[in-house]
């Protein structure tokens, strides 16, 4: 069936470096993406979105890349800070922009 | 930016009885709310979709009995989880949406919930 899923269920850097987390996805059809960041015990917090008539977009410290070719997903963090420990999720909007939300990367931050 | 609530933002209850979950939209007016499930270390589960004034849409296996869903106003919806029990132990997330299909959703910090 149709699904969001993310290639590394945990991804450990050192503060400073610059962090990729990746995401694939199998509908075709999606034309809105999203990341979302999820700190322990809290709701999930908007980072960035991408429609599907760019494959770019940058924020502060974030970029997001869209592969339409390759249906992926990815989600740079430059100079990555211990306060980025989080989980990250990547959602699509296949049915009525309603996101389905893809298994999630824990991203670890060691100092 | 847009702002959602959640209350309370943990509660413990006995089994058996029952458990009401508020969200707010906070600055703006929310045509559509998102009630989610999460599981420790799990994706979020999208439970059902509420519209204002409307009944609410129901995911495949979710009871509609068993969580009862009103969104009486563009600013407030409830999530009920009746005659609650264990395995109802979860974190519940809710999400509004202001406007249009093509609107970002902002969610809650949640709400965990358990049975005891």
């Known amino acids: 069936g149709e699904s969001v899923g993310l290639h590394l269920p945990t991804l450990s850097v050192q503060e400073g470096d610059n962090s990729i987390i990746n995401c694939a996805y199998s509908?075709?059809?999606?034309?809105?993406f999203i990341w979302y960041k999820q700190e322990s015990g809290k709701g999930p917090q908007f980072i960035i979105d991408?429609?599907?008539?760019?494959d770019k977009r940058q924020g502060q410290r974030v970029t997001v890349l869209l592969n339409k070719t390759v249906k992926h997903l990815s989600l740079q963090i430059a100079a990555t800070q211990p306060g980025d420990s989080a989980v990250y999720f990547c959602?699509?909007?296949?049915?009525?922009?309603?996101?389905?939300f893809g298994r999630g990367t824990s991203l670890i931050v060691h100092p | 930016g847009a702002v959602v609530s959640q209350h309370p933002s943990w509660v413990i209850c006995k089994s058996g009885t029952s458990v009401k979950i508020e969200c707010r939209s906070l600055?703006?007016?929310?045509?559509?709310m998102f009630w989610y499930r999460q599981f420790p270390k799990q994706s979020l589960m999208l439970m059902a979709t509420?519209?204002?004034?409307?009944?609410?849409?129901?995911e495949q296996g979710v009871e509609k009995d068993k969580f009862l869903i009103n969104h009486a106003s563009l600013t407030l919806s409830t999530l009920t989880v009746t005659s609650a029990h264990p395995e109802d132990s979860s974190f519940y997330i809710c999400?509004?949406?202001?406007?249009?299909?093509?609107?970002?959703?902002?969610f809650g910090p949640g709400t965990r919930l358990t049975v005891l």
């Open positions: 999400s509004a949406r202001e406007g249009g299909v093509t609107d970002t959703q902002y």
């Open positions: 509908n075709s059809a999606s034309d809105y």
């Open positions: 991408i429609r599907s008539n760019m």
């Open positions: 959602a699509e909007n296949p049915r009525g922009y309603i996101p389905t």
């Open positions: 600055d703006f007016q929310a045509t559509t």
């Open positions: 509420s519209n204002e004034g409307s009944k609410a849409t129901y």
